[in-house]
């Protein structure tokens, strides 16, 4: 199993290589980084480890920045001296995480998480990373509408929804009025606080607020009906579902 360290304090990152050697007979321990700047150049450069155990708080900022640079598909076991109760929300979508002083039965309850999960799937990560994130984050406020010659100033939490239609993005008003947007569905989705939107497929971003109501639908899947109605296809798809219902449940 190849892990990476990344932990910035040298006796912790001793203590964890020590005891992950305990834990783990065919350890191969890849390297120990100290900051964001060396993790984003490491992890542009190698393949990706089997897991990377990573320190929250590096000397050059908060770890999480490193996901804004680097497309991490990796499972990830955070370590942390922060409490327990500020870290109910990293205990999600497959994601564990170690606190300080690290005890060896939490390794191995980590590790044997990783064993017993199979493949891995990235988008787990970014929805960890989203949720984090979200509590600390300031998102936009508004969007600026230009049509022609006219520019409008749009209050995004006015907007029921987003989607593209033959190419060209747009949104929807709570009161049914439809405008072009300059970004792009994954522009737009980062710009949006995901305890409020969510992105459903490839074409749509809902604003929870403009659910009307849900249909089950096949593969587990979930059809939900808007308000404002619109004749596309709102169908949660296959690799979000999951993800759909613990945002519904606040969680996501």
Do not use: H
Request: aromatic share 10%.
């Amino acid at each position: 199993m190849q892990i990476l360290i990344i932990e910035d304090e040298q006796p912790a990152a001793d203590r964890l290589k020590k005891m992950l050697a305990d834990v783990i007979p065919d350890l191969e321990i890849l390297g120990v980084l100290v900051s964001i700047q060396s993790a984003v150049k490491w992890l542009k450069e190698n393949p990706m480890p089997s897991i990377i155990m990573m320190d929250i708080n590096l000397a050059d900022g908060p770890s999480f920045e490193i996901f804004n640079q680097v497309d991490v598909t990796s499972p990830v076991i955070f370590i942390t001296a922060y409490d327990q109760y500020a870290l109910d929300a990293f205990k999600v979508n497959s994601i564990d995480y170690i606190l300080k002083p690290i005890k060896k039965e939490d390794l191995e309850r980590a590790i044997n998480k990783f064993r017993s999960l199979g493949t891995y799937n990235a988008v787990q990560l970014q929805a960890l990373i989203k949720q984090i994130s979200a509590s600390n984050r300031e998102y936009q406020k508004r969007i600026v509408i230009r049509y022609g010659d006219t520019i409008k100033m749009v209050e995004i939490d006015n907007v029921a929804y987003f989607y593209t239609e033959d190419k060209i993005n747009f949104l929807t008003t709570k009161d049914n009025l439809r405008y072009p947007v300059d970004q792009n569905i994954d522009e737009l989705e980062s710009i949006l606080d995901p305890r409020i939107y969510f992105r459903i497929n490839r074409q749509f971003i809902i604003n929870i607020n403009a659910i009307e109501k849900m249909l089950a639908w096949s593969k587990s899947r979930v059809k939900v009906i808007l308000k404002p109605e619109t004749t596309l296809e709102t169908i949660v798809s296959t690799e979000r579902s999951p993800f759909f219902k613990d945002w519904l449940m606040g969680r996501g």
